[in-house]
């Protein structure tokens, strides 16, 4: 790469959930250059084609972006021990371990639990209410007793793992310092050990109970289960949030699903493209030999960033992308991203969001913000988009 970067990215923060104006032209530009906060200048990718692009071919090599110079919002780099950052074949070896559980006959398995523990949530938040915080009440505690769930966690440390994964939760919204963040990370590094230890002790259910009847070494046991945890807690706490803001926001949305559920499964797939979950990206990819894409040249060592907010708002795949349509059919949305690398949780995500969205409609059938719109606040880091506290009544 060669002069100075145009842009600094993320782009200036746009309103509430609405993406940057911008992106509507660097889509049709092209790739751009721009600078993040840590790291090396990198390329910025917009347009959905050159998004999938991006994702799909292995000419962009996620794990050769591993390092010091990675562009990054976060000061720390990333862990070259998780699934997210591995190529293939080391890829497909680590995730087929963990696979089966995130199926949809596995994620199957967890539908009454989930319910059950939306039930109890929602019971809690009737009982202290109205108004209540739809964020504090269901979205941040419940991916965390899912997983607790999941992961085969016992119940008398379950209150401790939902704490951590809470701090966790600060780190990707940047409401911690860098050394608060390093801390979580042992925390749970450390957490995850003594679980995989006591299932080698006593074995149970759950996945790291399979894992280690599987075979796998602590050490990539507790990697795998790190990965599960980071990549399936947060983002789904912070777009459970982000759905009930956009639909307590167009109010005739909210009411269409009242008056037919069935809607729900087709309006989540629908949210999922309309809601920008990340300002930034948090997985660059580093060119392997020069590519051609868009009118620019991008050089072998060059590294490339994507725009999953900007490419679920394209013109040129979605009509009309920036209404919310929930009936939009087909939806061949990135919100879980694309190609290799697509979110292994995301069966486990939809479950969750499109439990929650059914139990609120079927019990607040009159739900509405208690604060003024302009009142909701957000989080104020660079990675993730989310509301900070959604106060509701009923």
Not at 161 to 167: I, P
Not at 207 to 219: Q, T
Not at 252 to 270: C, F, H, K, M, T
Not at 337 to 359: P, S
Request: hydrophobic fraction near 45%; include cysteine; glycine fraction near 8%.
């Amino acid at each position: 790469m060669t002069g100075a970067p145009e842009l600094v990215f993320p782009l200036a923060d746009a309103h509430a959930l609405d993406p940057d104006a911008r992106f509507r032209g660097l889509r049709d530009e092209g790739p751009v250059r721009v600078r993040l906060p840590f790291g090396s200048a990198a390329w910025l990718v917009s347009s959905y084609e050159h998004v999938r692009t991006v994702l799909g071919d292995r000419r962009f090599s996620r794990a050769d972006s591993l390092g010091a110079d990675e562009p990054r919002v976060v000061p720390m780099p990333q862990r070259a021990n998780l699934i997210l950052n591995h190529d293939e074949p080391e890829h497909s070896r680590l995730r087929g371990l963990v696979a089966a559980a995130f199926t949809r006959p596995g994620v199957r398995r967890l539908e009454a639990v989930t319910e059950a523990f939306v039930a109890g949530l929602l019971d809690r938040l009737s009982a202290q209410g109205p108004p209540g915080d739809l964020v504090s009440a269901v979205a941040a505690p419940l991916p965390a007793l899912v997983m607790a769930e999941l992961l085969g966690v016992p119940g008398e440390s379950r209150e401790e793992f939902v704490e951590l994964t809470g701090s966790l939760l600060a780190t990707a919204l940047a409401r911690q310092t860098a050394e608060q963040t390093k801390a979580a990370g042992l925390r749970l590094w450390e957490g995850l050990g003594d679980l995989v230890r006591e299932r080698r002790r006593s074995p149970g259910t759950g996945l790291v109970a399979d894992l280690v009847r599987g075979g796998v070494s602590d050490e990539e046991a507790v990697a795998l289960c790190a990965t599960v945890v980071i990549a399936g807690h947060d983002a789904t706490t912070m777009q459970l949030g982000n759905f009930c803001y956009q639909l307590l926001t167009a109010p005739r949305q909210y009411d269409r699903l009242v008056a037919d559920p069935g809607l729900i499964e087709n309006a989540v797939e629908e949210l999922m493209r309309f809601s920008p979950l990340g300002i930034s990206t948090a997985f660059p990819r580093r060119v392997t030999e020069d590519v051609e894409l868009g009118g620019a040249l991008l050089r072998e060592g060059d590294y490339v960033v994507v725009a999953l907010t900007a490419a679920n708002r394209d013109g040129e795949v979605f009509d009309r992308p920036d209404e919310l349509e929930l009936t939009r059919r087909p939806n061949p949305h990135l919100g879980f991203g694309y190609g290799l690398h697509r979110c292994l949780g995301a069966q486990l995500a939809l479950l969750q969001l499109r439990v929650v969205l059914h139990a609120l409609v079927t019990r607040f059938p009159g739900l509405a913000l208690a604060v003024p719109v302009a009142d909701v606040r957000w989080s104020p880091g660079l990675l993730a988009r989310s509301a900070e506290s959604l106060p509701v009544r009923w």
